[in-house]
């Protein structure tokens, strides 16, 4: 008998490993030098064409950050015409503050707003960092910490559709809108980017939803960097600028008088509530990880032997 290797695609044969044919000169025993386990040929494809993949989920991660944005803009039709209820619960939210004796704005607001390197940083993180931070973290996870990437997205994204209907149900208008309060943003508009309307670019101030107030999305998007940062970061210091991310802009929103201490709080439990939802999901099977572009190794176990 004799043995001869021959090179076959794998692809063609989903359980055998070799297979003998006789002829008027022997036997001759072709043997597959990588066999296929159950499974194998979608993984095989999906290393073949790994930077289609890519583009693919890629695209679909743009799609999830597009629709949200949608839902967040339709959020400012809702709440048209609502100024009076917002302006309420503003008034109501600061009342309650007062009678359990914390309500910090006042004091942050007084001091950031009287020296131009405190309000103008403050306002230059207000309007920054919330729109850089959250997709580099987002990047980041997907690109180095692929198996934690589907999970993670699934709770900013479920955190963020709880905010906007919050937004939608319970209208507030912030301090800065409150008598007592100084708009840093309006008052040191001249020199940064954004308007005096909003924390948005000029003349894209009445694109916005002035009453987004309750829950503060800022803190949420915040808290969700940091806990990312602390749980996967290798290195202390970026453990260390996630601890010190949520609670600098914790103090930031109150200083540039965007949000109430409730915002604040109200922010931090909607995170919260939003990964007890997604890890709901995920026992359930609705939410799979991992995801990201590790989602294409093989299962455990079933990773082919070599001859």
């Given at each position: 008998m004799?043995?001869e290797?021959?090179d076959v695609?794998?692809?063609?044969?989903?359980?055998r490993t070799?297979h003998?044919?006789s002829g008027?000169?022997?036997?001759?025993?072709?043997v597959?030098?990588?066999?296929?386990?159950?499974g194998r040929s979608w993984?095989?494809?999906?290393?073949?064409?790994r930077?289609?993949?890519?583009?693919i989920?890629?695209?679909r991660?743009?799609?999830?950050?597009?629709?949200?944005?949608?839902?967040y803009?339709?959020t400012?039709?809702?709440v048209?015409?609502?100024?009076?209820?917002?302006?309420?619960h503003g008034?109501?939210?600061?009342r309650?503050e007062?009678?359990?004796?914390?309500?910090?704005?006042?004091?942050l607001?007084k001091l950031?707003?009287?020296?131009?390197?405190?309000?103008?940083?403050a306002?230059?993180?207000?309007?920054t960092?919330?729109?850089?931070?959250t997709?580099?973290?987002l990047?980041w996870?997907?690109?180095?910490?692929?198996p934690?990437?589907?999970?993670?997205?699934?709770?900013l994204m479920?955190?963020?559709?709880?905010?906007?209907v919050g937004?939608?149900l319970l209208?507030?208008?912030?301090?800065r809108?409150?008598?007592?309060?100084i708009d840093?943003?309006?008052?040191?508009?001249?020199?940064?980017?954004?308007?005096s309307a909003?924390?948005?670019?000029?003349?894209?101030?009445?694109?916005?939803n002035?009453f987004a107030?309750?829950?503060?999305?800022?803190?949420g998007?915040?808290?969700?960097?940091g806990w990312q940062?602390?749980?996967?970061?290798?290195?202390?210091?970026?453990?260390?600028?996630g601890v010190?991310?949520?609670?600098v802009?914790?103090?930031d929103v109150?200083?540039t008088?965007?949000?109430?201490?409730?915002?604040?709080?109200?922010?931090v439990?909607?995170?919260?509530i939003?990964?007890?939802?997604?890890?709901l999901?995920t026992?359930v099977?609705l939410?799979?990880?991992?995801g990201?572009?590790?989602?294409?190794?093989?299962?455990p176990?079933?990773?082919?032997?070599?001859?």
């Amino acid at each position: 008998m004799t043995s001869e290797r021959v090179d076959v695609d794998p692809a063609l044969d989903d359980e055998r490993t070799s297979h003998e044919y006789s002829g008027d000169e022997g036997a001759l025993t072709i043997v597959f030098d990588d066999p296929i386990v159950p499974g194998r040929s979608w993984y095989a494809w999906l290393k073949a064409h790994r930077k289609t993949w890519m583009a693919i989920t890629g695209f679909r991660e743009v799609l999830l950050i597009a629709g949200v944005y949608s839902l967040y803009d339709f959020t400012r039709f809702l709440v048209e015409g609502e100024s009076g209820v917002a302006f309420a619960h503003g008034h109501s939210i600061l009342r309650i503050e007062k009678t359990i004796g914390l309500a910090p704005e006042h004091a942050l607001n007084k001091l950031f707003s009287a020296h131009l390197a405190l309000g103008l940083s403050a306002d230059y993180m207000y309007a920054t960092l919330h729109y850089l931070v959250t997709p580099m973290v987002l990047i980041w996870l997907w690109r180095r910490h692929g198996p934690a990437y589907s999970s993670a997205r699934s709770v900013l994204m479920v955190a963020t559709i709880l905010g906007l209907v919050g937004f939608s149900l319970l209208p507030v208008a912030p301090p800065r809108m409150l008598p007592g309060f100084i708009d840093t943003m309006a008052k040191f508009s001249h020199d940064g980017w954004w308007g005096s309307a909003a924390s948005a670019p000029r003349g894209l101030g009445g694109d916005t939803n002035q009453f987004a107030a309750l829950p503060s999305l800022h803190v949420g998007w915040a808290l969700w960097c940091g806990w990312q940062l602390v749980r996967y970061g290798r290195h202390r210091v970026t453990r260390v600028l996630g601890v010190l991310y949520p609670l600098v802009l914790s103090i930031d929103v109150m200083a540039t008088a965007n949000h109430y201490l409730i915002d604040v709080v109200a922010g931090v439990a909607d995170v919260c509530i939003a990964y007890l939802i997604v890890r709901l999901l995920t026992r359930v099977g609705l939410v799979l990880p991992p995801g990201g572009r590790d989602n294409i190794e093989l299962p455990p176990g079933s990773e082919p032997a070599r001859a």
